[in-house]
């Protein structure tokens, strides 16, 4: 075991562009693997990351959380893996400690498993944070050994990467977070990478209507795709009023199940205001500090009380990885679940900055960088 030279993509310093730097990674420590990492999915919380300053880590911060790649090195006490299994990182792992844990509901875990920091800037010795304990944007990692989540072997790691976040998310939000019945009617605002999750999660588990709300039509053509029943441009008009029009059940319409993916405000507004009665809306999208909702209660035609409307928070799809992460990857290969399409292109360490600009501008579901 040896500390290996890489190649990361760094945040340096507030309001700096991402850029590669060379970086010494530490052998593992107990319960920790070193993953060299082969694909790794660019995520819109990275880019988060970056607008918002960091988020509270210290920097130099290596970005990405998306990974999937080849256990290198492991550490003392590693046992369930050995060099040249295939794995998907994931970024919550369950403690097995907090009350949620102990109570033996993982799913729910408090807080996530988390490596000591083996990244160095290698100019300086500085320490890097990892985005949410996996820093993938990087050609070798160090995280729990219990975040490193085995593959099959026939499982493609340039689309087993995206079950990491944004299909673990989406799909997670619908089977987990929000569990979906049968024959439901529900709505999905943002068809980003994970708005489509949501979408095949959706039809996994059989709802009836699935509705699509995205601004960008091209990303409408992929929720249809993707098997969304119905689309809706929010420029044509108020989001709200047309999933209504399009329920009409003699109640007013509305949909038991909404998912919010895009992290804005007005969108969690509209989830809960496009809820029939005792329906459930979900928010996934990623809030700053400042973000609020403004929700009325008590008008006796919309207000939250009276229609019995349920706000939920998705992290991760509720995650359990080790169970959620090969069963994803065995749907992928039944056919069941499409990563292929999510794949809109494939790019090199260097191309960090041009997927956030694409991520904001263009029509990508996701790109993936492939070593
Ligand atoms: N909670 C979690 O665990 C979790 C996990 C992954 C990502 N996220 C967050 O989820 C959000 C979505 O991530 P993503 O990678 O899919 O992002 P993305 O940028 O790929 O997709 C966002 C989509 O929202 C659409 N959109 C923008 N404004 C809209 C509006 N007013 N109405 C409807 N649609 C609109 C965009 O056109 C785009 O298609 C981000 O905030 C991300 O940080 C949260
Ligand atoms: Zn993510
Ligand atoms: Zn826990």
Known sequence: MSTMEGRAVLLNASGEDARIEEVLVESPGPNEVMVKIVASGVCHTDLTVKHQHGMGMPFPIVLGHEGA??????????????????????????????????????????????????IRRKSDGAVCSQVLRCGTFSTYTVVHSKAAIKMPTEMPLDKACLIACGVVTGVGAVLNTTPVFAGARIAVIGC??????????????????????????????????????????????????????LTEDGYDGGVEFAFEATGIPSCIEQAVKMLAYGGTATTIGLPAADHSVNLNLGDMATGVYWNKAALRVCHAGDTLPSYDFPLLAQLYLQGKLNLDGMVTKKIGLEDVEKAFHEMETGNVIRSVIVM
């Open 69 to 118: 790649g080849i256990v290198e090195q492991v550490g003392p006490d590693v046992t369930h893996l050995v060099p040249g299994d295939a794995v998907v990182i994931a970024y919550r792992a369950p403690c097995e400690q907090c009350p949620a844990c102990r109570r033996g509901d993982p799913r729910h875990c408090y807080v996530a498993l988390r490596p000591k920091l083996r």
């Open 192 to 245: 980003g990478g994970v708005g489509l999750s949501v979408i095949q999660g959706a039809a996994l588990a059989h709802a009836r209507q699935i509705i699509a709300v995205d601004v960008n039509p091209v990303k409408l053509q992929w929720a249809k795709d993707f098997g969304a029943t119905h689309v809706i441009n929010a420029k044509d008009g108020d989001p709200v009023a047309q999933v209504r029009a």
